[in-house]
């Protein structure tokens, strides 16, 4: 009777990743690496907010912190982007850590209004950090293109495959943590906070837990994404802009789901990437007033996202079947 | 053989502002024993038990569970002590299926899904959910909800457990089922401390009752000795228990 989740995921990646090579267009294949990126912070993102209820409008700076670590690294020091990802998955850890347990003693919108703030004070720190150009930004050093430094030229094939196998890390954590013991305690955590602890649950452990794995996720991200880009500052990365894109995609797609952060990019990304370049620059915003009015129509109509419509489909169909079955 | 406490309740006292919830409480719940704890509506019962698994601070006095002083420990320490409680208002996972609700409690002593899952069958059956496994736990009837917070709490495999009414909402066939396995669980070496409204079902299995009125101890005795407890008539039993005992 229960189908195993696993077998539509494996085609969903699969498909992904032949995806660049049947349409080998630069503007696709850089669309797809967003995707991925995107998809992927929102896997990191469901955890603290789709299972464990703690919603996260801060996102960014974790981001924006996996950006950073690598990029001085590199930029400083020369040390490869990936030592500078491990550094900054767990720089991004622990600042999750520090900042986040006082905000756990903080309810409902308290907490979500808390991590605003927190990616806005870091955004506020780097701009006025000199160490790190400020709010000039660092151009990142352009060097021969290897897997060591992260950096490719002539196609981008090879980002490609970075950002898909940081994309199937998150998939593979989201989905481990989904099916046992620590995703059951997060979603009784969203659920009760209460009867969570009274089952033996120490609530407060938990979120830190979701917490850190989401930061660390995100910062892996962040790396990825700077050494694609080339090119950081404050401003692009520590923006509300890149939290709320990934709270509206996930919402969009289905909270709480591994599937829903997919659907959900599936739909957001495309549509900013391609409004980007129709209209010019950042694309005006037409992307988020679409996305937007996708999100109140969504919110009115099955505030459980697209996957939550869906499942309800088929509950109603399977109701059906039963009370035939009944008859 | 010398009765051992699982659960010793020394003065505790309990204030919110100036409304004194639990005045100087003092009970202790044997090894095996079922005790009840009942009294009118604001009588201090559900606050005693919040007390006790950590919910609340008591204002003062000591809580000890086997041999532990949990005084002001967290409830899900309370929990993997052994000593777990169910809600008057019910908190069903609601999200979740039943099963998942039953299972989130087995993995507290089964860190392993497919054990977990094999302690969630057995529990799903004790309750009488295993038809309903795969429903939503915010789709269940009251009664169903009820069951669910024993079998959730049961998963966790306590050495005590702490019932506040339970029975409420359910019907005739519902209470004898509930009073059986009330029984059923004694006899697995559970310690039980009930809240209950309902005397005809909590009379019969009850091995000792405690009475609070107004947030203080009035009677702590065998069932019998209570129904008939001048004290215990006047604040809560009412003439009409009392007239059914006596012809019985
Ligand atoms: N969190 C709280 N804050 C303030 N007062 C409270 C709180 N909880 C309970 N009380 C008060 O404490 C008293 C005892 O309430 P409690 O819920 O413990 O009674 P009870 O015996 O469980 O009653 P019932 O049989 O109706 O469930 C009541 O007067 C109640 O209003
Ligand atoms: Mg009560």
Redesign the pocket.
Same mark, same amino acid.
Request: no cysteine.
């Given at each position: 009777m229960k189908k195993s989740k696993i077998s539509p995921l494996i085609i969903i990646l699969l498909v992904i990743l032949v995806l660049p090579f049947i349409k080998a267009d630069i503007n696709f294949q850089h669309m797809l690496i967003i995707f991925l990126i995107f998809a992927g912070l929102g896997e990191a993102w469901n955890l603290i907010t789709g299972f464990a209820g703690q919603t996260s409008f801060g996102h960014a700076a974790f981001f924006g912190i996996g950006a950073y670590t690598s990029t001085i690294l590199f930029y400083k020091f020369s040390i490869s982007p990936w030592v500078g990802m491990l550094v900054g998955i767990a720089v991004s850890t622990l600042v999750a850590a520090f900042v986040s347990y006082p905000c756990f003693k903080l309810k409902g919108h308290y907490f979500a209004i808390a991590t605003m703030a927190i990616a806005e004070i870091t955004k506020q720190l780097f701009i006025s950090w000199d160490y790190v150009e400020g709010a000039t930004g660092i151009m990142i050093p352009i060097v021969d293109e290897s897997l060591a430094s992260m950096q490719f030229h002539t196609s981008k094939i090879p980002y490609f495959i970075i950002a898909y196998c940081l994309f199937v890390i998150s998939i593979l954590i989201a989905n481990y943590i989904e099916k046992n013991r620590m995703g059951f305690y997060l979603k009784a955590i969203r659920e009760s906070n209460e009867a969570a602890e009274s089952i033996g649950i120490n609530t407060t452990v938990y979120k830190l837990y979701a917490m850190m794995v989401s930061a660390a996720l995100s910062a892996a991200f962040g790396t990825l994404y700077a050494q694609y880009i080339l090119y950081i500052d404050p401003f692009m990365l520590f923006s509300l802009d890149i939290s709320m894109k990934i709270v509206l995609l996930t919402v969009l797609g289905g909270l709480g789901n591994i599937y829903g952060p997919i659907i959900g990019a599936a739909i957001l990304i495309p549509l900013s990437e391609y409004t980007r370049i129709f209209f010019g620059g950042t694309g005006k915003g037409i992307d988020l007033i679409i996305f937007g009015a996708l999100i109140v129509v969504v919110a009115c109509f099955e505030p459980r996202g697209i996957l939550g419509a869906f499942k309800k489909k088929r509950k109603v169909e399977r109701g059906a079947y039963d009370a035939k079955a009944n008859a | 053989m010398m009765p051992k406490p699982m659960l010793e309740i020394k003065n505790v006292t309990m204030k919110? *502002?100036n409304?004194v !919830?639990n005045q100087d409480v003092s009970f202790t719940v044997n090894k095996g024993e079922i005790v009840s704890l009942i *009294?009118?509506? &604001? !009588? &201090?019962? @559900? @606050?005693?038990f919040n007390c006790i698994t950590g919910f609340y601070k008591p204002y003062s006095g000591k809580i000890i569970f086997d041999g532990e002083d949990i005084t002001g420990k967290t409830p899900y320490y309370v929990a993997k002590l052994g000593l777990t409680r169910t809600f008057?208002i019910v908190k069903p996972l609601k999200d979740m299926t039943v099963k998942e609700n039953i299972l989130t409690g087995a993995f507290l002593r089964n860190p392993v899904r497919a054990q977990a899952e094999k302690v969630a069958q057995e529990i799903l059956e004790i309750v009488h959910l295993t038809d309903k496994s795969d429903i939503l736990a915010g789709s269940l009837t009251i009664a169903d909800k009820k069951r669910l917070e024993i079998g959730r709490a049961l998963a966790t495999d306590p050495k005590m457990l702490m019932l506040d009414?339970a029975m409420a909402g359910l019907n005739q066939t519902e209470i004898k089922e509930a009073m059986d396995l009330c029984l059923k669980l004694r006899d697995e070496g559970i310690t039980l401390l009930i809240?209950e409204?309902i005397m005809e079902a909590i009379m019969p299995i009850s091995d000792r009752v405690v009475v609070?009125n107004a &947030?203080k101890k009035i009677a702590d005795d065998v069932p019998e000795k209570v129904t008939n407890n001048e004290e215990v008539i006047k604040a809560y039993l009412g003439e009409r228990y009392h007239a059914k005992s006596k012809k019985s």
């Open positions: - | 919110f *502002g409304l !919830a *009294g009118p509506n &604001g !009588a &201090g019962k @559900t @606050t005693l008057q009414e809240v409204h609070l &947030g």
